[in-house]
């Protein structure tokens, strides 16, 4: 089931450039090879839409997200902050084996946000993606 279009495609793309360019991401796609366009784009497409359907907001480098519905009614609604990242994005990989890329995701995750590590495993798939693809903007500077 799609969710209600409350912000125009336009608008949302207006907000994520604008953000890009308070985190120093290079959001230029004329200025992209093939290969990074093909990377870029699904990342884009999921943080826009985001920001159509109203569960993302953009203040300046920051981003406020609002988790969908959950069994648990302490994660329904939550709205979390995105922060601009400091060097505590990539402590917050350190401490796990090559082999746990996972781990190592939601460490940085809980580097931007302040959450903590497990709060991530707790996430439906859709809230999750979102946070993945922050996470891989970030990674991209």
């Given at each position: 089931?799609?969710?209600?279009?409350?912000?125009?495609?336009?608008?949302?793309?207006k907000?994520?450039?604008?953000?890009?360019?308070a985190n120093?991401?290079?959001?230029?796609?004329?200025?992209?090879?093939?290969?990074?366009?093909?990377?870029?784009?699904?990342?884009?497409?999921?943080?826009?839409?985001?920001?159509?359907?109203?569960?993302?907001?953009?203040?300046?480098?920051?981003?406020?997200?609002?988790?969908?519905?959950y069994?648990?009614?302490?994660?329904?609604?939550?709205?979390?902050?995105?922060?601009?990242?400091?060097?505590?994005?990539?402590?917050?990989t350190?401490?796990?084996?090559?082999?746990?890329?996972?781990?190592?995701?939601?460490?940085?995750?809980?580097?931007?946000?302040?959450?903590?590590?497990?709060?991530?495993?707790?996430?439906?798939?859709?809230?999750?993606?979102?946070?993945?693809?922050?996470?891989?903007?970030?990674?991209?500077?």
């Amino acid at each position: 089931m799609e969710k209600e279009i409350v912000i125009a495609e336009e608008i949302a793309e207006k907000d994520f450039t604008a953000w890009c360019e308070a985190n120093e991401i290079d959001c230029d796609v004329n200025m992209m090879s093939d290969e990074e366009k093909k990377d870029f784009e699904p990342l884009k497409k999921r943080i826009v839409k985001a920001i159509m359907e109203g569960r993302c907001e953009v203040d300046d480098d920051q981003l406020s997200y609002t988790l969908g519905n959950y069994e648990s009614d302490n994660l329904t609604g939550k709205v979390i902050k995105i922060k601009s990242p400091t060097g505590k994005l990539f402590l917050g990989t350190d401490g796990y084996k090559e082999t746990q890329s996972v781990h190592k995701l939601h460490g940085a995750m809980s580097a931007l946000t302040g959450l903590d590590v497990g709060y991530f495993g707790l996430m439906n798939i859709k809230d999750w993606k979102f946070f993945q693809s922050v996470l891989q903007l970030f990674l991209s500077i």
